[in-house]
């Protein structure tokens, strides 16, 4: 790398949507190194490695919107004035036109506002206005451009419009719910990780104790083939499903009520079930072991299904509503089987989604693509029964889903999209107080350039999928949506950069896609908080994340329970914590020392997290909620009480801490070095515990009774 010009490459970030420096988690301000800046940059199309590569990418970003007729894309808010630029060739009359989505045409008025022409490859380019009319319907539109003198490509005629709603719907009455991590519900019919009968079971459950819903872990799909990705937030894909969490018992009794399904299948799914329930005396998630025996028995029910020629109508709407990404999610999903679960180690002719080597490879293994596409349309019609009966139940919300930052990047998403996510690049986090050394979670960003220019139809999808069959969606680091830490491969998670993403698009498609599934938005806002995110979320009316432990007063004292943001989901703890009684028994600190994660001393970190233990439990002891020495489960009980009676519109209850469980789930900033994702649920005295036994538990009950407060 040879810059000489820092001004000119740093000025190039700026204009790219890159910030150059950033405030730490210490309150230093950072300065991005050059040489991050220019890894980032060519990641987003733009060398940066030379002061001359530099001043062409300046150039050519400059240049880009004159050499379009029309905006690849352009979103607004209904009911906002909003105008649209058309480029043309300097001279020419234009006329312009938006195709609703309903299928009528409205012509655009043009607007009095003169731009000087440019040059563009020595030819000059005018710059016309045009109002778009305030009354269109939300809904995805295009724009037309009719060029009366010139030709120009077909491509670049046209261009998306979204017209977007102001808000997301709210939730329709204060409530409380639960959180869990699914895989841990292991039940006495789980095949050795919880699945959606036993989440079916939790919802129940939590409707008989008027709660009004249950937030899980993101349920996304991994690759059929060992070793299974544990981590629930690197999945391969975001738009389809994780057949593991499919139940062989209500499969079977499907396939049954529309194919035959012979004994010797009958046999098998039996003897699978058998084994299966050992695995769930292990002290471990074991999804090798799971998938090893769910597979073959989900196959011999698909041979079943095939061999009789069995049609459901909902399995046929599903497949024609997903459409190709889902049929292409079925051939990755068959070369994975032989060629491995990273695509970025298959043969080269095999590496473009759409080439012809693919489309060959397909037909030759017709029928395990067609399993694989079944499975998702089994895990349709198994996700639709456990929200149906949840809101059957009382629940005015049901399920709620999480949507994960991002993909693996060897996945199916990473595959199928190409270039709409970034290459050389993986997102993280900077170095903060729980995580001195940064996080980086080895996922491509999406790049917002190249998203405008497919008209976000690829977020849209995703966004599609994980409303399905929800009554709201919790968007994990929604600061994503106004920037993301971006880290160049070979760079630690410490030396990245903020990039920041076109929020009024991101957050105003999502307000779209969740207004008609009539769901609401909890968007995970915690950590270091641009200014502006919060307001933003709020004028949309989603709710951000608010945990206990995090919730202080410039004072210095915890924020009392009237104090919190009405617009929130508040809870106790979350997924990167252990859960409260282990908190409280610095189960955290004891791991982060045992990993060499923490920085400073250990005597001081104790010493620190003793003391903001001390100030909670003194302020429950002044709110009169425990006594002079509480025992931890007292402290446990109280804290869901006093965060129940907050202004908080959700208020979330962890099921590990129902059960009084002390293990955290997950320790940021490690793979290996800690069981990540693959802890069972266990109880106060560190034995394995079950769904059923769990839930008849004195505590659940006690603390379920407590938490009702929010009504």
């Given at each position: 790398?040879?810059?000489?010009?820092?001004?000119?490459?740093?000025?190039?970030?700026?204009?790219?949507?890159?910030?150059?420096?950033?405030?730490?988690?210490?309150?230093?301000?950072?300065?991005?190194?050059?040489?991050?800046?220019?890894?980032?940059?060519?990641?987003?199309?733009?060398?940066?490695?030379?002061?001359?590569?530099?001043?062409?990418?300046?150039?050519?970003?400059?240049?880009?919107?004159?050499?379009?007729?029309?905006?690849?894309?352009?979103?607004?808010?209904?009911?906002?004035?909003?105008?649209?630029?058309?480029?043309?060739?300097?001279?020419?009359?234009?006329?312009?036109?938006?195709?609703?989505?309903?299928?009528s045409v409205r012509r655009l008025e043009q607007l009095e506002n003169w731009v000087d022409p440019r040059s563009i490859?020595?030819?000059?380019?005018?710059?016309?206005?045009?109002?778009?009319?305030?009354?269109?319907?939300?809904?995805?539109?295009?724009?037309?451009?009719?060029?009366?003198?010139?030709?120009?490509?077909?491509?670049?005629?046209?261009?998306?419009?979204?017209?977007?709603?102001?808000?997301?719907?709210?939730?329709?009455?204060?409530?409380?719910?639960?959180?869990?991590?699914?895989?841990?519900?292991?039940?006495?019919?789980?095949?050795?990780?919880?699945?959606?009968?036993?989440?079916?079971?939790?919802?129940?459950?939590?409707?008989?104790?008027?709660?009004?819903?249950?937030?899980?872990?993101?349920?996304?799909?991994?690759?059929?083939?060992?070793?299974?990705?544990?981590?629930?937030?690197?999945?391969?894909?975001?738009?389809?499903?994780?057949?593991?969490?499919?139940?062989?018992?209500?499969?079977?009794?499907?396939?049954?009520?529309?194919?035959?399904?012979?004994?010797?299948?009958?046999?098998?799914?039996?003897?699978?079930?058998?084994?299966?329930?050992?695995?769930?005396?292990?002290?471990?998630?074991?999804?090798?072991?799971?998938?090893?025996?769910?597979?073959?028995?989900?196959?011999?029910?698909?041979?079943?299904?095939?061999?009789?020629?069995?049609?459901?109508?909902?399995?046929?709407?599903?497949?024609?509503?997903?459409?190709?990404?889902?049929?292409?999610?079925?051939?990755?999903?068959?070369?994975?089987?032989?060629?491995?679960?990273?695509?970025?180690?298959?043969?080269?002719?095999?590496?473009?989604?759409?080439?012809?080597?693919?489309?060959?490879?397909?037909?030759?293994?017709?029928?395990?693509?067609?399993?694989?596409?079944?499975?998702?349309?089994?895990?349709?019609?198994?996700?639709?029964?456990?929200?149906?009966?949840?809101?059957?139940?009382?629940?005015?919300?049901?399920?709620?889903?999480?949507?994960?930052?991002?993909?693996?990047?060897?996945?199916?998403?990473?595959?199928?999209?190409?270039?709409?996510?970034?290459?050389?690049?993986?997102?993280?986090?900077?170095?903060?107080?729980?995580?001195?050394?940064?996080?980086?979670?080895?996922?491509?960003?999406?790049?917002?350039?190249?998203?405008?220019?497919?008209?976000?139809?690829?977020?849209?999808?995703?966004?599609?999928?994980?409303?399905?069959?929800?009554?709201?969606?919790?968007?994990?680091?929604?600061?994503?949506?106004?920037?993301?830490?971006?880290?160049?491969?070979?760079?630690?998670?410490?030396?990245?950069?903020?990039?920041?993403?076109?929020?009024?698009?991101?957050?105003?498609?999502?307000?779209?896609?969740?207004?008609?599934?009539?769901?609401?938005?909890?968007?995970?806002?915690?950590?270091?908080?641009?200014?502006?995110?919060?307001?933003?979320?709020?004028?949309?009316?989603?709710?951000?994340?608010?945990?206990?432990?995090?919730?202080?007063?410039?004072?210095?004292?915890?924020?009392?329970?009237?104090?919190?943001?009405?617009?929130?989901?508040?809870?106790?703890?979350?997924?990167?914590?252990?859960?409260?009684?282990?908190?409280?028994?610095?189960?955290?600190?004891?791991?982060?020392?045992?990993?060499?994660?923490?920085?400073?001393?250990?005597?001081?970190?104790?010493?620190?997290?003793?003391?903001?233990?001390?100030?909670?439990?003194?302020?429950?002891?002044?709110?009169?909620?425990?006594?002079?020495?509480?025992?931890?489960?007292?402290?446990?009980?109280?804290?869901?009480?006093?965060?129940?009676?907050?202004?908080?519109?959700?208020?979330?209850?962890?099921?590990?801490?129902?059960?009084?469980?002390?293990?955290?789930?997950?320790?940021?900033?490690?793979?290996?070095?800690?069981?990540?994702?693959?802890?069972?649920?266990?109880?106060?005295?560190?034995?394995?515990?079950?769904?059923?036994?769990?839930?008849?538990?004195?505590?659940?009950?006690?603390?379920?009774?407590?938490?009702?407060?929010?009504?």
């Amino acid at each position: 790398m040879s810059i000489t010009d820092l001004t000119a490459i740093r000025e190039l970030a700026e204009r790219a949507g890159l910030e150059v420096e950033y405030w730490g988690w210490r309150g230093a301000k950072e300065r991005v190194a050059p040489e991050t800046l220019a890894a980032v940059l060519d990641a987003l199309g733009l060398p940066a490695a030379t002061d001359h590569e530099v001043a062409a990418s300046a150039l050519a970003l400059d240049e880009r919107p004159w050499r379009r007729a029309v905006p690849a894309c352009t979103t607004v808010r209904s009911g906002n004035d909003a105008q649209v630029f058309i480029h043309v060739p300097h001279g020419s009359e234009v006329t312009v036109e938006v195709a609703l989505e309903d299928g009528s045409v409205r012509r655009l008025e043009q607007l009095e506002n003169w731009v000087d022409p440019r040059s563009i490859d020595g030819e000059l380019v005018g710059r016309a206005t045009f109002a778009i009319p305030t009354d269109l319907p939300t809904g995805w539109h295009r724009i037309h451009a009719h060029l009366a003198d010139h030709g120009a490509p077909a491509s670049a005629t046209t261009g998306t419009l979204i017209v977007v709603p102001a808000a997301t719907p709210w939730p329709a009455q204060r409530a409380w719910g639960l959180f869990t991590q699914l895989y841990q519900l292991r039940s006495t019919t789980s095949w050795g990780i919880g699945d959606l009968r036993d989440l079916s079971t939790l919802t129940a459950w939590g409707a008989q104790h008027d709660g009004d819903f249950v937030l899980v872990n993101p349920l996304n799909a991994n690759p059929p083939v060992a070793p299974i990705e544990p981590s629930p937030y690197l999945p391969t894909s975001r738009q389809f499903g994780d057949p593991l969490i499919l139940n062989v018992d209500w499969a079977a009794a499907f396939v049954a009520q529309r194919a035959e399904v012979p004994q010797a299948t009958v046999e098998l799914l039996s003897r699978n079930a058998r084994e299966a329930l050992l695995s769930n005396r292990i002290d471990t998630i074991d999804r090798d072991e799971a998938w090893a025996l769910k597979q073959p028995a989900l196959r011999a029910l698909f041979d079943a299904w095939q061999a009789s020629a069995a049609f459901d109508d909902d399995f046929d709407d599903f497949r024609r509503e997903a459409g190709e990404p889902l049929e292409r999610f079925g051939v990755f999903c068959a070369i994975s089987m032989v060629h491995g679960r990273d695509a970025r180690d298959w043969p080269s002719e095999l590496a473009a989604a759409s080439g012809s080597d693919v489309l060959s490879f397909a037909a030759d293994h017709a029928e395990d693509v067609e399993f694989f596409v079944w499975l998702q349309c089994l895990l349709e019609v198994q996700a639709r029964r456990v929200q149906s009966e949840a809101r059957a139940a009382g629940m005015s919300i049901g399920v709620v889903h999480d949507l994960p930052v991002g993909v693996h990047a060897g996945g199916a998403d990473a595959w199928s999209f190409g270039d709409a996510l970034a290459r050389g690049v993986t997102v993280g986090v900077p170095a903060d107080q729980y995580n001195q050394f940064g996080q980086n979670w080895s996922q491509p960003p999406w790049r917002p350039d190249r998203l405008a220019e497919l008209g976000y139809a690829p977020y849209r999808d995703m966004l599609r999928a994980v409303f399905r069959n929800a009554g709201a969606v919790r968007i994990d680091h929604i600061l994503g949506f106004f920037r993301l830490w971006w880290i160049p491969e070979g760079n630690s998670a410490k030396d990245g950069c903020f990039v920041r993403t076109d929020a009024e698009a991101m957050l105003g498609i999502l307000a779209l896609e969740a207004e008609r599934a009539g769901a609401v938005v909890i968007g995970e806002d915690l950590g270091t908080v641009p200014p502006e995110a919060r307001d933003a979320l709020a004028e949309r009316g989603m709710l951000g994340a608010s945990v206990l432990w995090f919730e202080w007063t410039e004072a210095g004292v915890p924020l009392a329970p009237e104090d919190y943001r009405r617009a929130c989901l508040a809870t106790v703890t979350t997924h990167d914590l252990p859960p409260t009684a282990g908190f409280l028994a610095l189960e955290h600190l004891d791991v982060r020392e045992r990993l060499g994660l923490l920085e400073g001393s250990v005597e001081e970190a104790r010493a620190s997290e003793l003391e903001t233990i001390s100030k909670v439990v003194n302020r429950l002891r002044a709110a009169g909620l425990v006594g002079a020495t509480p025992s931890d489960e007292e402290v446990v009980v109280a804290l869901h009480e006093y965060l129940a009676g907050s202004a908080a519109q959700l208020f979330g209850v962890g099921v590990s801490d129902l059960a009084g469980d002390r293990r955290g789930v997950n320790q940021p900033g490690t793979a290996d070095e800690y069981p990540n994702w693959r802890v069972p649920m266990t109880n106060g005295e560190g034995r394995l515990v079950l769904l059923e036994e769990l839930l008849a538990s004195p505590l659940a009950a006690q603390i379920a009774a407590s938490s009702a407060r929010t009504e």
